[in-house]
Each structure stands twice: as structure tokens, then as C-alpha cells.
């Protein structure tokens, strides 16, 4: 059955018709549409996600409550993989061109980043992951902004495999180098007891809920209580993933493009007007280093990451959620305050 409205008629007998301009003002005015290209496959949530996450997060809001964990003490988790070179999908070609080819297309070379955030807006020091089984593969210590790295406790490490992806080992390596300082260290600030809890949370990649993994964890360190995010609500219940990867990306992006531009004007300085950009595997890789440390001083906002942490709450950010459950609950520490 047509709507109603294409059968009314209006005071000069015409009836109404989705002309190109109402279309236009209607996508625009009324839903806020604009065309854009495509970033990403629209993600596949659960038919239930919205009570998988709402599950989820009375799980952190009883882990919370139950074990006085501090705001400082709530630590998301998510790996990302970052191209050496990343190119762009859009260039100047020829009007009318059947076929643009675009320098970078078809670049694999990449490496894993581990990136963490607490509630209070507290950035952890990154995990670098790339491919190899010696200290060979990994960014050599004269690479621009490596002491500067090494002093807020970047971790580079080689996976030990033939891909670059985190592991069982890497993620021991992780835990123990990375995040269980960081909560041992907070404790002490906080003048809280040794024992006290903390609150990790991570996606359900097979690593992270293997057995091998989640019994290490309760062998090596059991005050750290691991929260898993839902099958495929990362997109819209992982702080990460939700905010701080785009410009953490946007911000590698950036500093690898001002790297490349610069090595032309310096080369083009010389007189060489037809220069051969260095894009070896070790020479990306020592770059690697300072664009890294770019980025962690771009997220290093706590607004930001504070802002993150929350609207990665889907039922917290309509508010319902809060008015309906958590009148009587009092978060002593303002993890979503």
C-alpha cells in the first residue's frame, strides 16, 4: 500500500512527488545525510546486542561496586594493525580515466599496536608487535623519539612468528611489562592494599579467551579481574574501538605523509629532482617509532579519553540506563562520572 500522501492533493490540484531537490533537502535537512566514502564494511552487531552490552556492563558495574575499583584501576585493551605505509584511496587522475592506479594500494607491510586507556582518562604505554624472532626485527634504538618511548614505557617486541600479530607470548609480555605495573603502581599512589582489585577489559579474540591465557592469568595475576567485551559489540562497547583508534590512525597517518614529504624537500634541496623515497622494511620500521610517539602525545588528553570511556556505554549514553538501575548505586570513584 502507497502512502497517503501520494494520493492527496494540494490547493492547485497537484500531488506531491519525491522530486531531486525535495530528496536532497530531506537527506540533508531532516536525517543530516551527506554522501561519503566508505571507511569500513558496516559492522554485523548481534541481533541482542543491546542486552549483551547492558549484561556487560551491570558485570563492571558489580565488579566496581563490590571491589572498590578506582576509576584508575578500570583499563581497556585492543590490538590494531598499522600499515607501514598507508596510502590514500583517492588521488588526481585524468577526467574521464577507466583505470587509476594509487602508489600504496597494495602495501601489507604492517604492524601491531596494543593500545590501553583507563577511565580516568590515563593512557598506558603502547605494545609494538612486528614480525620476526630477534631483536633484528625490532626499530633500532637511534630511530627518532626512541629514548623518548622507552622512557614512557613503549614495549617493542618481535612476535617470534612469521606474522606480526599479538600471542600467548606477546600478551604475557604485555600483562606483565605494561599493565601490571601500571596497576601496582597506582595501588601505591593510591595508598591502596596489594591485594586490592582492578578491572581489565578485552575483546574475545581466541587468544584472550583461551584457557592457556585466562589460567596464566589467574596463576600470575589474580587481583586483575578480566572482563570480556561481547562477540561483536567491539564497535560500540570497547572504549578503543569506539574513539581511540580512529585518531590514534589519523594521527600515524599524518606523521608517516609529513615523514615522506619532508624526505622529498630535503632531496629536492639537493638539487635531485627525481628522488627514490627509502620505503625499506627497516627504514619504515625505525620511523614506526616516531610516529608512534606522535600519536601517544595526540591521545594523551584525558578529556578525550574520559569522554571515550563513556560513550562506549551505549545504555549510559541515553542516560535511560542510569535513571532506571543507578539511582542508589554510588560509583565512589566516578568511573562514569
Known sequence: MKPEIFDQKFKDGSTFRASDSFVRKFLHGVLSWSLRKATQAAQKLPKDWEDQCEQSFFRKAYSV???????????????????????????????????????????????????????????????????????????????????????????????????YWSNFGTMCAFVNEILAPYFEATKLELSLPPQQKSLWQIDVWSVHRSKEFRTWMRTNHPNIIVDFVPGGCTGVHQPCDVGIQRPLKLSMRKSYHETIVNELLTEFDKGNTTPDLKDTLGVLRDRSVRWMWNAYQALSNKDLVKKVCLGSQPEVRTGSYLRRHLKDVSFANGIYQ
Not at 637511534?142 to 629514548?147: D, G, K, W
Open 65 to 163: 561496586k563490590e571491589n572498590d575499583i578506582h576509576a584508575r584501576l578500570y583499563v581497556n585493551s585492543d590490538q590494531t594493525q598499522l600499515l607501514y605505509a598507508p596510502g590514500n584511496r583517492m588521488t588526481y587522475a585524468e577526467t574521464g580515466s577507466k583505470q587509476v592506479a594509487i602508489v600504496g594500494m597494495d602495501e601489507k607491510r604492517a604492524f601491531t599496536l596494543l593500545v590501553s586507556v583507563a577511565a580516568d582518562g590515563t593512557v598506558l604505554p603502547f605494545q609494538a608487535v612486528y614480525q620476526g624472532k630477534t631483536k633484528l626485527s625490532l626499530p633500532a634504538a637511534t630511530s627518532p623519539n626512541y629514548n623518548d618511548a622507552i622512557d614512557a614505557g613503549f614495549k617493542f617486541v618481535f612476535s617470534g612468528t612469521k606474522t
